[in-house]
């Protein structure tokens, strides 16, 4: 792993010291370093590395109108007590000092006077979200293309051509363009057979929009725990839970194991135990289109899969999800039942209920614009993921989401462990120092089988004494992993998690990165 100054190299950022001048740096040798320091400020200070004041652009420009020529030492300023922040100080109180002051640089420093970070107003203003959308060069295109054609509805040559499109990309035969994640989930289990009474056996760490749909068809969610290798769903829990239901004589309707954070579940055991027990997969890729596992795109090893483009996933369409299969009498159906069933006839003929689910054409063209950069989309994203390891090399008690031999993960979400006993603070300590300077953080998923909704609903825990997504949820975070994530933003988060832990003498200044 890299130490600071090797993370500061690779990555273009620079420690708070090259922003250090003292009273023998002549006009134009500040001018040079003002120039390469991307943040219109320097900090001066004393032989011994005291802060004496901050020098702006405008602190040069006044010397030079005063008659100094470029060769003149920093002497020749003015005493000015600068205006410093305490550390820990929150983003609020920093905003206050700059308002109050006209200023938009606030140092801090040390019980010697030292400075170790630089607060800027730019930073502060603006949060660090934990997954935004990212926007290529050509949606416009497709969309504009739509308004042009006035295709401005649930049909047209977008939605055709995303399918074929994204089938192709997964390698799957067939998709079916949908207006959300959840759609595809609720009109997958419908076409796998889910009546009332039936069970779906569903992976417990996930987001509500995976179990919601099991109860829409009136049937019974069992939950099954992760794994500690990928996250996903426990192929020894699975055994267990098939093993018991075939006894009982009740085996469920669908096995739905679910993509965690755009990793794969460990796709080959759970096919195993399905065909053994003769049970069809869901498989509920809305987090992890871009991964593979063995080779093979996730969300292509089950009967269906599905996958999401929600504003916060790692290609978007604002709303809207995806059906795949290679099954064609399969996908059509689910496109006759998201069109409200209308049968083929001359007038509006409808013989059993269906549903509006349709994506529109406008939102397809965008998808289009997407996928042209998925690829690209999964470099950035395990990018960040790199540089927070790297980043945050040193500090006790983080251990990162695995991502074991055979598999890609997409790092849709850079997810994290926090050992408190270790790190010195837990996963709401965290994020809740993560919050204090506009970063947004989340915990883990909270299990289904801790959730209100679905109280009193069987769960199956990986070991009789090891429930995995318990110790996950009460453990993880996860961190701001856009693609557009810039690195001025990723030193802040690395920065406030090392302050997080105390470790506040290795303070990264985001100030000081070159972009």
């Not at 273009?12 to 001048?21: C, E, N, V, Y």
């Not at 607060?119 to 934990?130: A, G, T």
């Not at 499109?165 to 799957?172: D, R, S, T, Y």
């Not at 406008?362 to 395990?382: K, M």
């Amino acid at each position: 792993m890299a130490d600071v100054e090797k993370y500061s190299e690779e990555f273009g950022m620079r420690l708070i010291d090259r922003l250090l001048i003292n009273p023998n740096t002549c006009l134009r040798d500040a001018l040079a370093a003002m120039s390469d320091g991307a943040c219109n400020v320097l900090l001066f200070v004393d032989d011994a590395g005291r802060l004496r004041r901050t020098v702006t652009d405008g602190d040069l420009r006044r010397a030079l109108l005063a008659g100094h020529d470029l060769d003149a030492d920093l002497g020749v300023l003015p005493e000015k007590a600068p205006k410093i922040a305490e550390l820990g100080s929150s983003p609020a109180t920093v905003l206050a000092l700059m308002n109050a002051h006209g200023i938009d640089h606030v140092p801090v420093v040390d019980e010697n006077g030292l400075p170790i970070h630089l607060h800027l107003r730019r930073e502060l203003d603006q949060p660090v979200l934990l997954s935004t959308p990212h926007l290529a060069e050509h949606e416009r295109d497709f969309v504009e293309q739509a308004f042009r054609t006035n295709w401005i509805a649930p049909i047209g040559p977008n939605v055709d051509a995303f399918e074929r499109e994204l089938a192709a990309k997964v390698g799957m035969g067939h998709a079916a363009a949908l207006s959300s994640g959840t759609a595809a989930i609720h009109l997958g289990l419908h076409l796998l057979g889910v009546e009332p009474s039936d069970r779906v056996f569903c992976s417990s760490l996930t987001f509500v929009a995976t179990a919601n749909p099991i109860r829409y068809l009136g049937a019974e969610p069992v939950f099954i725990d992760s794994e500690p290798e990928t996250w996903n769903m426990s192929p020894a829990a699975l055994s267990q839970a098939l093993a018991a239901a075939d006894a009982e004589g009740r085996l469920p309707k669908v096995v739905m194991p679910v993509g965690l954070y755009g990793q794969s579940p460990d796709m080959e055991p759970i096919i195993d135990l399905c065909r053994r027990y003769d049970v069809p997969i869901l498989e509920d890729a809305a987090e992890s289109l871009g991964a593979s596992y063995r080779g093979r795109a996730a969300g292509t090893f089950g009967r269906l899969g599905i996958y999401s483009f929600n504003g916060n996933k790692i290609i978007t369409t604002s709303g809207g999800g995806m059906l795949v299969g290679d099954d064609p009498d399969l996908i059509e159906r689910a496109r006759f039942l998201a069109t409200q069933s209308r049968e083929p006839a001359g007038h509006y003929e409808h013989r059993e209920t269906g549903f509006n689910y349709r994506m529109s054409n406008i939102l397809a063209g965008i998808g289009r614009g997407q996928l042209e950069v998925l690829d690209e989309r999964v470099r950035q994203r395990r990018a960040v993921f790199q540089r927070y390891v790297e980043g945050l090399d040193g500090l006790a008690g983080l251990d990162w989401m695995p991502e074991p031999a055979s598999f890609h993960s997409t790092r849709w979400l850079t997810a994290m462990t926090i050992a408190s006993n270790r790190f010195g603070n837990d996963a709401d300590g965290l994020i809740n120092c993560l919050a204090d300077a506009r970063i947004e953080a989340r915990r883990v998923w909270k299990p289904m089988h801790r959730q209100p909704l679905f109280d009193g609903a069987a769960y199956w825990p990986h070991h009789e004494r090891e429930s995995v997504s318990d110790r996950l949820f009460e453990t993880g975070v996860c961190l701001p992993s856009g693609s557009n994530l810039d690195l001025a933003q990723q030193s802040r988060v690395i920065e406030r998690i090392r302050e997080s832990a105390g470790r506040a003498e290795r303070v990264w200044s985001s100030a000081t990165l070159s972009l």
